[in-house]
């Protein structure tokens, strides 16, 4: 299709309270998945018509989303369908049996096209193997997580496998090779991939530098584990460092702390969505720019220009480990209302300038460093600076979550020395919410800095750096070296 020419285009995403299988242990019939796919896909389908209704031109819905993620492999095969290669360009609406029986595909291929609006959806894909194949799975197929993009004439237009498993998912084979997955449309170049992927270099960074999208797409059901990891302020800071549109579905389970969807422009956050107080879905709509870089390329920051020059300034009182998510921090304790602090961890110092409006006895605020592999659930390389609220005033509680801060913060000035340039700055503030860029800037020397205007009841504030090149291969996967 040729590439058209809109300035911009209005983006949808639904986070969605999947409807999940009643016991997983044991496989149902393929009817019986069906039937819970359908539950799933009807509210979807109010989703998508509503959003099409307000002029949405695409939608995404999130990873799991029609049928959640308890699986092994055998109790997940009655909900995948075999999907072919686009290139086959196929409506399945238009003829729903030229690849057997798939009532999945056809059904949101329906969807686009009746709505007149891309869809983007999260299902299973199975592929049959046999013995020639060395690496062909015991019970003869592979598995593969797997995003699906309809056109708004329900044409099957990209089909991307996860790469990057997040390691709970057993029920999943890893793709032998990384594929970089793109689509043209008349409001842009389209990527997508999915959840755990966004922390890679492969897909993530590759398809924004080597395939040079507008936009990404990312169904994900991201559990949130805070203070760090959290969905929105990760994402949103993502969008804004690789100069791209990125439009995040999440799921929406809060036992399971899964919430947090947004629709992010480089420049901004357009909209998001984080609520752990109900059991509702919520959908999410907002107008982007077709082609952002266009319009503003980023600055190139150098995250560690300022921080090479700062001498590291001197404390009286000692450093101490703490944890956050598995990884051991270094911290210093923050005394007094105002001040200039230094922590390091091995290559990696970090710097902090601050002034509160008062320092209160009841709160305790630490600044951190971690500089290492993070090896749970995942290995990947991190620097991290991070500047936040323990959650008492005891400091062995430092680096657990904490919902809400009284302390506020008027001026404030953290940097680091990184090895990357691969940064991602985010400020959190009481409530969990995100701190709007009005208050804040990042300076071309690698500065996250006040603005000035209303002093910030700051949670946690973090310059989160990925070290690509210290990875493993692959993220899900056990240690290894890089080819």
Not at 106 to 134: F, Q
């Amino acid at each position: 299709m040729a590439v058209g020419t809109m300035d911009t285009f209005i983006a949808a995403v639904y986070e969605h309270a999947v409807i999940l299988p009643n016991k997983t242990e044991s496989p149902v019939s393929t009817e019986e998945a069906l039937h819970l796919i359908n539950k799933n896909i009807d509210i979807l389908e109010s989703a998508i018509k509503l959003a099409a209704r307000q002029g949405a031109h695409i939608i995404v819905t999130p990873e799991d989303g029609i049928y959640g993620w308890i699986f092994t492999r055998e109790t997940i095969y009655p909900y995948l369908e075999d999907i072919p290669d686009p290139e086959v360009n196929w409506i399945p609406c238009r003829d729903p049996k030229r690849f057997g029986y798939m009532p999945v595909q056809e059904r949101l291929s329906c969807l686009a096209k009746e709505n007149s609006i891309y869809i983007v959806a999260n299902i299973g894909d199975k592929k049959p193997c046999n013995a020639t194949d060395p690496q062909c799975p015991r019970d003869g197929r592979y598995q593969y997580n797997t995003n699906v993009v309809f056109d708004s004439k329900g044409r099957l237009i990209a089909r991307y496998h996860k790469y990057n498993l997040f390691e709970p998912e057993i029920q999943f084979d890893f793709p032998k090779d990384s594929e970089l997955v793109t689509f043209d449309t008349p409001f842009g170049k389209f990527g997508v991939f999915t959840c755990f992927d966004i922390f890679s270099y492969d897909p993530a960074v590759m398809v924004v530098k080597d395939s040079q999208v507008d936009s990404v797409l990312l169904p994900t059901a991201w559990y949130n584990t805070l203070p760090l990891l959290s969905a929105v302020p990760f994402h949103s800071a993502w969008a804004r460092a690789m100069g791209v549109n990125l439009l995040a579905a999440n799921t929406h389970n809060t036992r399971m702390h899964m919430t947090g969807s947004g629709i992010y422009s480089p420049e901004a956050v357009r909209v998001y969505h984080y609520d752990m107080e109900t059991e509702s879905g919520q959908l999410l709509l907002s107008e982007l720019r077709s082609r952002p870089h266009q319009h503003a390329a980023p600055a190139e920051v150098d995250w560690s220009a300022h921080a090479r020059t700062v001498k590291p300034f001197s404390s009286e009182q000692a450093g101490f480990p703490g944890m956050i998510y598995f990884d051991e921090f270094s911290f210093t304790k923050l005394t007094g209302s105002a001040g200039n602090y230094t922590v390091c961890q091995k290559d990696l110092c970090c710097h902090l300038t601050y002034k509160m409006s008062e320092s209160r006895k009841d709160e305790a605020y630490v600044l951190g460093a971690f500089d290492g592999l993070h090896t749970v659930e995942g290995q990947y390389y991190l620097q991290i600076c991070t500047l936040l609220k323990c959650q008492t005033t005891n400091l062995r509680t430092c680096g657990e979550p904490v919902g809400s801060a009284f302390t506020k913060f008027e001026e404030f000035s953290l940097s680091g020395t990184f090895g990357t340039k691969y940064v991602f700055p985010q400020i959190v503030l009481s409530g969990s919410q995100l701190a709007l860029e009005r208050y804040y800037e990042v300076s071309r020397d690698g500065r996250l800095r006040s603005r000035g205007g209303a002093p910030l009841p700051v949670l946690v504030m973090a310059l989160y750096g990925r070290v690509f090149e210290r990875d493993p291969p692959r993220l899900g996967r056990g240690p290894g070296r890089l080819p």
